[in-house]
């Protein structure tokens, strides 16, 4: 069976460079029609340290919808648990064979700078040979050589007793049945201590995918996935501009969905050189997403970011109707708050400058021109596109000079959605009032 895992030391929300090993380790899994397991790894982080145990990433995965099939919440009862600090007898069985063996041995750590003497305990090391005819072959980057692995004797087990990272999770992976590991490429000399301990046990190498994922001060926000959630980016938006960030697929579309996705992807696909996440980019791709979306959908999506002006005089139907009225230009959630609370003033508060656009002579003329015929015309604004067709006719003002003062009256803005719509939604009544104002 083709099993690949995804493993977080701490269980915290994701980072930069672990969503993206996460979604290609994803790809992976579904291409293969295999299996994606959520492991937690936090071997080095013991409940006696204080720590407890987060499935903060797990939630974010599940989010995204990278589904896992197995994990601390839906585990394998033949594998479990699948949180490292509650397998610690199991690794230290390994250690203890590997001593008995003379495959491993204890010695006392070099005393770092500083430190008092007799302060460290043995550690345990794993004696590192040469792996000779060993073949090592990895989907995409094909075989590795001796000359680019570390064969260093490395730490097992430390002076406190724990099994290091790195042994316990070459240990979970034969235990777990991993019939593939996704690696960093910053990683790959540490790729014979992989292959080293594997053959001291007499155990079959599983398949190696190193993929070139770099990190960048981005890495230093530990929650970008929670950030883009809260902040209304949309799951199908964000693993859409993942895809066009690792994978080199020219025919990749922009809207695809997952099962597109991963029907496209190739892991020879997978770029090899490392490309910068710009946020910039998946809030184009977002807003694509958002001018798509049915009515039901974008008013739930756009509940949470509308609460904070919900009031006695706004309800809750009102202003999910104005979002409604914003579909076509927000590029993610939270950006309706610039829409809709300067909408939302009953006294415009113009800049001098915004000011100096509604008080010009062409701006007046058109103001004056357009009162007049809606305010003659009937209240259910069915002729509203007519109106304004006629007012640029008869003013001879037509472009940013006609539409520029009419909305900044009626929305407080420069820009925003087409002023047939938002005189709609205001009614005849408060188009009128807002109209005048220029004049209080």
């Avoid at 190739?266 to 946020?279: A, S, Y």
Wanted: proline residues 5%; contains cysteine.
């Amino acid at each position: 069976m083709t099993r690949l895992r995804f493993a977080h030391q701490d269980g915290g929300h994701l980072n930069l460079s672990q969503l993206r090993k996460a979604f290609l380790t994803y790809l992976i899994s579904r291409k293969l029609r295999g299996s994606f397991i959520f492991r937690l790894d936090n071997v080095m982080r013991s409940e006696e340290d204080g720590m407890t145990t987060n499935l903060f990433a797990l939630e974010d995965l599940d989010w995204l919808g990278l589904i896992a099939d197995e994990s601390p919440l839906n585990p394998n009862p033949g594998l479990s648990p699948y949180v490292q600090n509650e397998r610690l007898d199991i690794y230290q069985r390994y250690i203890d064979a590997l001593l008995a063996v003379g495959a491993a041995y204890k010695r006392v750590p070099p005393k770092e700078k500083g430190s008092p003497l007799g302060a460290f305990r043995p550690a345990t090391y794993f004696k590192m040979r040469a792996l000779g005819e060993t073949k090592i072959n990895d989907l995409r980057i094909g075989k590795v050589t001796d000359d680019k692995l570390n064969l260093n004797d490395w730490i097992i087990a430390g002076s406190n007793g724990l099994p290091s990272e790195e042994f316990a999770a070459i240990i979970d992976d034969h235990l777990m049945g991993i019939s593939h590991v996704v690696f960093e490429l910053t990683n790959l000399p540490n790729l014979g201590r992989y292959v080293a301990l594997n053959r001291a046990l007499n155990w079959q190498l599983p398949t190696f995918i190193h993929i070139s994922i770099g990190k960048t001060n981005r890495d230093f926000d530990e929650k970008i996935l929670n950030l883009l959630k809260k902040n209304g980016y949309l799951p199908e938006a964000i693993c859409s501009y993942l895809y066009r960030l690792d994978v080199d697929d020219n025919k990749a579309d922009y809207r695809m969905n997952m099962e597109q996705i991963v029907n496209s992807f190739e892991i020879d696909n997978i770029r090899t050189d490392h490309q910068l996440f710009d946020e910039k980019i998946l809030r184009k791709i977002n807003s694509v997403f958002i001018k798509t979306m049915k009515t039901s959908d974008y008013t739930a999506f756009m509940r949470p970011f509308i609460q904070p002006f919900i009031s006695e005089e706004y309800s809750d139907d009102f202003l999910l109707k104005l979002a409604l009225v914003f579909q076509n230009q927000i590029s993610y959630g939270r950006e309706i708050e610039e829409f809709i609370a300067p909408f939302l003033l009953q006294d415009p508060n113009f800049t001098p400058r915004e000011q100096q656009i509604i008080s010009n002579p062409q701006a007046q003329s058109v103001l004056s021109s357009f009162y007049e015929r809606l305010a003659n015309c009937d209240d259910d604004l069915t002729n509203v596109a007519s109106l304004l067709d006629e007012t640029q006719k008869k003013t001879g003002i037509a472009g940013k000079a006609f539409y520029q003062p009419l909305r900044l009256l009626l929305t407080r803005m420069e820009k925003g959605p087409e002023l047939e719509e938002i005189i709609k939604f205001l009614g005849k009544a408060e188009t009128l009032r807002r109209l005048s104002q220029d004049k209080d």
